[in-house]
């Protein structure tokens, strides 16, 4: 393939990342600049909140042809953003009204608008529904998840067991098409999937599975 291939390919995957946060309500599309190098996306501009700077950066990963995209979009504080006393509040509450964060076991300090997680859950799945249940929190310019997960006694064979079973009942897919790497508890995906919806699939499929600590996607939308 040409440099001037590549050029005109990365053009159109520029567009369609553009219409794509254009699209996407809860993106201002105005503030988020695109740049497309041989399928890595690089976003960059200032936004007011981390839950609109991640959904810039989920935007741009479900445009087919995008590979990888570094996410160098600034968020900024707002005049009348909440203190990190009403940051902090928020982040309690949010924590104990979501049913599936065992709120007790998680701890939290916010600086600056930088909400840090820690504590002792029993699976990977708490860890990210924790992350998740605070993200969007007004007055969050970042979140740093230093949740870890319980040390389970399940081997690598029987969690590659589980993994598989599982993929098999979420995502509709091959899984030969699919490379499940296991370092312990740590698990790493590689491969092609055809959709933003497969991808999120197999990755539902993986945290929800007892014995994995952490989650590497490695994953590409073909």
Excluded: C
Aim: net charge negative; aromatic share 4%.
């Amino acid at each position: 393939m040409t440099t001037h291939d590549h050029e005109k390919s990365d053009r159109d995957v520029q567009k369609d990342v553009l219409d794509e946060l254009a699209w996407d309500t809860r993106v201002a599309a105005t503030d988020v600049g695109v740049e497309v190098h041989r399928g890595v996306v690089t976003l960059t501009g200032e936004v007011g909140s981390w839950a609109k700077k991640i959904a810039a950066e989920e935007a741009a990963h479900r445009v087919s042809g995008v590979l990888d995209v570094a996410n160098d979009i600034q968020v900024k504080l707002l005049a009348g953003d909440p203190t990190d006393t009403e940051i902090a509040t928020a982040v309690r509450n949010a924590l104990t009204w979501d049913v599936f964060v065992p709120d007790r076991r998680i701890q939290s300090t916010v600086i600056g608008g930088v909400v840090t997680l820690k504590g002792l859950v029993e699976s990977y799945a708490q860890r990210e529904d924790a992350e998740r249940a605070v993200k969007n929190l007004a007055g969050v310019r970042m979140v740093f998840n230093e949740i870890a997960v319980e040390t389970d006694d399940v081997t690598p064979e029987r969690l590659r067991t589980s993994i598989h079973e599982a993929l098999e009942r979420h995502a509709d897919r091959e899984m030969d098409k699919l490379q499940v790497d296991i370092e312990g508890g740590r698990v790493i995906l590689h491969g092609s999937v055809q959709s933003w919806r497969e991808r999120e699939a197999v990755l539902g499929a993986v945290t929800g599975t007892r014995g994995v600590k952490s989650v590497v996607d490695r994953l590409r939308i073909a």
